[in-house]
């Protein structure tokens, strides 16, 4: 059911897969669909679906493609796991639904409880959003990295429903440019009031007293409460600290990986060199350039204000 305009991000349909091409936005809306699972694996390779919810619910439903398909399923969960080694809900969906009984009930029931849990998390982190805050978000943690709703942009999209008049510097997000694709889409679609800024821009806005609270998402989370994220939220959590900008990180359950100790203990996944060297197709480095296009870093535990889940939220000081 579209909602704002904005579609849900992937959805089962029978025999196959639906899911926005986010690679297209926002220049246009387009679907693409995936009927094997290989077809879906490059779907996730390329991004043509990636947040960490929406990559649970992609993974649940490659297995119950290969189930419906006949195919080993072992062999395409391994196939699966393998496209984004960072994102921990990718293969807790694959999990959750390999030892299901119904594997394609089991991937509905995945998608639909996505959208449950990220209201909850929206109206649990409502109540950080003061009345006319001006909210920093990086990356897209938004309805386009889940099946729907979101959570950083959820917890926003809560506080705006409330009445409580958020505003949103939105980071652009380099390499790949979620926040000016992606983020922007969506908040202008909501109706949230919102200004496109470059990622070096943060620290002068923080400087300047602009900031009053940063919200983002996760891809995993530690045991020990080290959020793993977007490449660059490390400094603006460091940024954060030092001008005494509240520092929230929104996520649900499934995100928190009590078998990484720490995030040094997590797999960070290097991308191909174009997204650094390019930009919409244009070359802007020159032949030759050597590259390291690290995905995600890691936030230390001690720099995050609060978690914001599904059951409420931690303060983590």
């Given amino acids: 059911m579209t909602e704002h305009g904005i579609p849900p991000t992937i959805e089962w349909c029978g025999d196959r897969v639906r899911l926005i091409d986010q690679r297209r936005l926002p220049a246009t809306l387009d679907f693409i669909e995936c009927r094997t699972v290989d077809q879906l694996c490059e779907a996730i390779t390329a991004m043509a679906v990636r947040g960490a919810p929406a990559l649970g619910a992609a993974g649940a439903m490659g297995v119950a493609l290969a189930s419906v398909r006949g195919d080993d399923v072992d062999a395409a969960a391994a196939r699966l796991v393998a496209t984004r080694p960072t994102a921990v809900n990718l293969a807790w969906g694959i999990q959750r639904t390999r030892s299901a009984e119904d594997p394609v009930a089991e991937a509905v029931r995945v998608a639909e409880e996505d959208v449950e849990r990220n ?5 649990h982190g409502a109540s950080l ?3 006319g805050a001006r909210v920093m978000t990086h990356c897209n943690a938004g309805s386009l990295a889940c099946v729907g709703y979101g959570t950083a942009i959820g917890v926003i999209r809560a506080a705006h429903e409330a009445g409580r008049r958020p505003s949103v510097w939105v980071n652009e997000t380099r390499p790949v440019l979620q926040g000016a694709r992606l983020t922007a889409w969506e908040l202008a679609r909501l109706g949230v009031p919102h200004r496109l800024v470059a990622d070096v821009m943060a620290a002068g806005l923080m400087a300047g007293g602009e900031v009053d609270c940063i919200v983002v998402g996760a ?3 530690a045991a020990n409460g080290d959020v793993v994220n977007k ?6 959590a460091v940024l954060a600290n030092h001008h005494g900008v509240p520092f929230y990180v929104a996520a649900p359950k499934s995100t ?3 078998n990484s100790p720490d995030g040094a203990s997590v797999p960070i996944e290097q ?3 174009d997204e650094v060297t390019t930009v919409a ?8 350039t050597e590259v390291d296009n690290r995905a995600f870093d890691v936030t230390p535990a001690e720099l995050i204000t609060a978690y914001v889940t599904e059951d409420g939220v931690e303060r983590a000081r």
Avoid: E, M, Q
Wanted: proline share 6%; charged share 30%; glycine share 20%.
């Fill in 119 to 123: 209201r909850a998390i929206g109206g």
């Fill in 129 to 131: 959003i003061d009345d």
């Fill in 219 to 221: 891809d995993r989370i």
């Fill in 231 to 236: 490449v660059g939220t490390y400094g603006l």
């Fill in 256 to 258: 928190f990986d009590p």
């Fill in 271 to 273: 991308r191909a060199a």
């Fill in 281 to 288: 197709g244009t070359r802007i480095a020159p032949d030759g």
